[in-house]
């Protein structure tokens, strides 16, 4: 989809941006920036959409996401508590021509990586975990220090997976950010009834026909996918609590228990009333 442009600044006296968020699940928020952005997810599981990829994440997710390539925010659809450690900066943070130092060969090539989003596992995601969750009660100097040190660790591992491994590039255009906006706005305000096609489409400007090209080009999800993991989205936060499931259904959406049943457990591969059981576990 055309996305919305997120403005970062750096911390004041410091080169780069930390980011220790705690929250109860956010709106969908599908976005790019120019910054590299390493997300490392210290609670809490959900849905990671990074460019063309689609998939769920685990407590303990560590990415690296390269400058101007979508991705929705990690907090999405997260039920119950979600605690999250991002740092923000820019290829030149520590002035332009840094990487092309002989001892930065590897990080540069981490760089060039990251591009296509990065997620990290095994022994490494665990070593630089426990660093990165040392970082916001560092000092700025020792946390340049420290950021440096993960990145060589990032950029000398074998323990990865590129999660847009065809190198698809993603171009933008600002004047499209209002539009898809305002379909995002349409569902989280209608979700809990029947959505009409065509009042979507007048949302966007846009005929029947172009919307749902328009929609599946740029989010690789057609629109009707979306709406549905956006209610079972909904659907999850209300089986965390004292709702019966056949008010759970209705309350986010779906117009019969059947198709309630099925499409959650497309979505997340297990049903609604495994899915309580399970979070009750917890």
Known sequence: MKVAYEKIQPDEGSSFKIIHSQSEGDKFFWHYHP??????VNKGSGRRHVGNHLGNYEEGELVFIGPNLPHSGFGYGVVGEHE??????RENFLG???????????????FERSRQ??????QTKKVVAERILKLPNLSQFE???????IF???????????LNADGTKFDFNHKDE???NRVYRYVEQNFKKPINIQEVADVASLTVPSFCRYFKKMTHLTFTDFVNEFRVNQACRMLNEDVPIADVCFESGFNNISHFNKTFKAILGKSPREYRRDALKL
């Open 143 to 149: 946390r340049l220090i420290e950021i440096l040190s």
């Open 96 to 110: 332009e021509g840094f990487l092309e130092a002989p001892e930065m060969k590897a990080v540069k090539r981490l």
């Open 152 to 162: 060589q660790t990032l950029a000398t591992t074998e323990e990865f997976l590129l």
């Open 84 to 89: 999250e450690i991002v740092v923000q900066l």
């Open 178 to 180: 209002e539009r898809i």
């Open 117 to 122: 989003g990065i997620h990290f596992y095994g």
């Open 35 to 40: 910054e590299y952005e390493i997300v490392y």
